[in-house]
């Protein structure tokens, strides 16, 4: 019933125009989707790598005084540091991660098609703050009257927390600070309010104690979340056995809110499934997919820079279709289609 | 300066008089204050363990269906398991706690000077509900109009969480949930509104990135909580170079708040020293502690359930005054006074 575009994977780092100087683009990922003024619009996760030189890890950061980016080299033998993962730099015990190998920042692309689609010549939302110093990571965008509500993964040294944003028109933007204190990710705004209160999805993630797992919250400002509740966790033995987490904003149905996850195996490979949740008390489970709706089966999901990954912060609806734009590998975007219908007789 | 109470421990394990049956006390410890109808009012946490029993590691928990705390049997031998830590069961990797070996509940002591206390023949909060399955810990109080409002810190195989509940009397209780999302503890609420919000610090605990630090929130509602700052981290190469968390309500003066913290060095040793907040924007810091104010030198703070700790919840102020009760050696409770402006004067 699921079926993948022809043409994927939709978007690669080779077609993106505009790297910094001094470095790479590896991935073109992890897009937040929405329509407006007839236009598909992607808020594409770019993760752009400092080209390596001799024998020094080079480690991109934004330097706050001067508000640019900058790249320290690391000795490969400073016995410091674990290399060992490409994507960041582990303190020797691998207890913390000290430095990220790359920078994210948040750039628009956009279609007519849904499936062709052209970057803006300058990012929209890129490292500006102390929270972003690491970088700006897997937008999900929520239409609520005239305002898209972005929030996005803020990386630096204090941790990883969840920022906000808005625009009316994705040409201007505000920024609205830290919603999600951290550890906090995988923040999914529904697009309506529960008894005069915004609500979301949110994923702590856990010290010591817990999984990785999908949280409520409810708000009546989208600055200030509180009424948290525990939605779901990790099924063990499961396709979703190690940690999941909200992907794309929930859809709503009559039935309830369908919400597209991604769910981790003990192998991390990651795959996507549903979830169906109750209108009134959207933190109740009325079903959960037993199998994943996607999963990394095709080479472009096999192989890449974190392979076996499919992983999805947005989609659009079209008819009674979803298009489901999601990170592949780390390093590419894909697009598959399924009905609503099909997909909510597959969870009864 | 400073000045240790005669009678130190002036709390004990030994003399609390309720046990559960099967249960043996082994910590009277963090507590939070509060002066209440001229009795001092101590909200104690009470940690009690299952009496061990054989070959097998007892773990207590609290049955949530049969709403009562129920005790399983670990076997010593079983691979699953790490049992270095008389305190808690991790998993073989040491990555995850899976069990507490005890379970903590907070009961009021009253005293008419301050020293000499005796406890309720109840609890006052106990675990009740999903988060608290493992516990309720480290209570503190801020009075404001009058409410005194008490956050804690909930422990359920869910997470670590700051939960929330209020009284007007020390008799009866109202819960409000969960503020603060997990992995978050150490939670002290400002006594006085800024902007008409109320205030807080609290310490977000980092997965992989950041590190164990004060931040700063507000909240038009005390249930729902935003605008996070950070307000400072541990310190390398000082007496809170490891970790640091809000200990007592601030105490407000004429030069700014003064917050009475806790800091970690790199061998867990717990002392207690002082920031110097801005009246107006209390997420930036005027002054620190370069030498700890109270730091495990006595006996009974150097030895116990964890050696080498003194972590303080509530104070009371008397004339010029902090009556600081801190939990020593996750065991007991001691007393120190010191002159507000004589500690002033330490950090100018």
Same mark, same amino acid.
């Given at each position: 019933?699921?079926?993948? &575009?022809?043409?994927?994977?939709?978007?690669?780092?080779?077609?993106?125009?505009?790297?910094?100087?001094?470095?790479?683009?590896?991935?073109?990922?992890?897009?937040?989707?929405?329509?407006?003024?007839? &236009?598909?619009? $992607? !808020?594409?996760?770019?993760?752009?790598?400092?080209?390596?030189?001799?024998?020094?890890?080079?480690?991109?950061? $934004?330097?706050?005084?001067?508000?640019?980016?900058?790249?320290?080299?690391?000795?490969?033998?400073?016995?410091?540091?674990?290399?060992?993962?490409?994507?960041?730099?582990?303190?020797?015990?691998?207890?913390?991660?000290?430095?990220?190998?790359?920078?994210?920042?948040?750039?628009?692309?956009?279609?007519?098609?849904?499936?062709?689609?052209?970057?803006?010549?300058?990012?929209?939302?890129?490292? &500006?703050?102390?929270?972003?110093?690491?970088?700006?990571?897997?937008?999900?965008?929520?239409?609520?009257?005239?305002?898209?509500?972005?929030?996005?993964?803020?990386?630096?040294?204090?941790?990883?927390?969840?920022?906000?944003?808005?625009?009316?028109?994705?040409?201007? !933007?505000?920024?609205?600070?830290?919603?999600?204190?951290?550890?906090?990710?995988?923040?999914?705004?529904?697009?309506?309010?529960?008894?005069?209160?915004?609500?979301?999805?949110?994923?702590?993630?856990?010290?010591?104690?817990?999984?990785?797992?999908?949280?409520?919250?409810?708000?009546?400002?989208?600055?200030?979340?509180?009424?948290?509740?525990?939605?779901?966790?990790?099924?063990?033995?499961?396709?979703?056995?190690?940690?999941?987490?909200?992907?794309?904003?929930?859809?709503?149905?009559?039935?309830?809110?369908?919400?597209?996850?991604?769910?981790?195996?003990?192998?991390?490979?990651?795959?996507?499934?549903?979830? !169906?949740?109750? $209108?009134?008390?959207?933190?109740?489970?009325?079903?959960?997919?037993?199998?994943?709706?996607?999963?990394?089966?095709?080479?472009?999901?096999?192989?890449?820079?974190?392979?076996?990954?499919?992983?999805?912060?947005?989609?659009?609806?079209?008819?009674?279709?979803?298009?489901?734009?999601?990170?592949?590998?780390?390093?590419?975007?894909? !697009?598959?289609?399924?009905?609503?219908?099909?997909? $909510?007789?597959?969870?009864?």
């Amino acid at each position: 019933m699921l079926e993948r &575009e022809i043409t994927n994977p939709i978007i690669t780092p080779e077609q993106f125009p505009n790297a910094m100087e001094g470095f790479e683009v590896f991935g073109t990922f992890n897009a937040g989707a929405t329509i407006h003024d007839s &236009e598909t619009i $992607l !808020l594409v996760r770019v993760a752009q790598k400092p080209i390596q030189k001799g024998s020094q890890i080079m480690v991109p950061f $934004l330097d706050l005084d001067n508000k640019q980016i900058v790249v320290n080299g690391l000795e490969k033998s400073n016995p410091e540091f674990d290399f060992s993962d490409t994507r960041v730099v582990w303190d020797a015990n691998k207890k913390f991660i000290k430095y990220l190998t790359s920078i994210s920042g948040l750039w628009i692309a956009r279609s007519k098609d849904g499936i062709k689609f052209s970057f803006d010549s300058k990012p929209f939302i890129f490292p &500006e703050t102390e929270w972003e110093t690491w970088g700006c990571e897997d937008a999900r965008i929520t239409k609520i009257d005239d305002t898209y509500w972005i929030n996005y993964t803020a990386v630096s040294e204090r941790g990883i927390a969840t920022a906000l944003a808005s625009t009316k028109d994705f040409t201007s !933007l505000e920024r609205h600070g830290i919603i999600f204190a951290a550890p906090n990710r995988d923040v999914a705004v529904f697009s309506e309010k529960l008894n005069g209160n915004y609500i979301a999805l949110h994923r702590p993630m856990p010290s010591y104690v817990g999984t990785e797992s999908i949280w409520f919250a409810d708000s009546q400002n989208m600055t200030h979340w509180g009424n948290h509740k525990f939605v779901a966790g990790p099924r063990s033995g499961n396709w979703d056995s190690q940690r999941i987490g909200a992907g794309s904003p929930p859809i709503r149905t009559n039935e309830g809110w369908l919400e597209i996850y991604h769910g981790a195996d003990d192998s991390n490979r990651y795959s996507l499934g549903a979830m !169906l949740l109750d $209108l009134r008390e959207p933190w109740k489970i009325i079903a959960r997919s037993s199998k994943p709706l996607i999963e990394p089966t095709e080479k472009y999901e096999k192989e890449g820079v974190y392979p076996n990954v499919c992983f999805t912060c947005g989609h659009t609806i079209v008819d009674d279709e979803i298009q489901i734009y999601y990170g592949i590998a780390d390093r590419s975007i894909a !697009l598959a289609k399924v009905s609503i219908k099909e997909t $909510l007789d597959s969870l009864s």
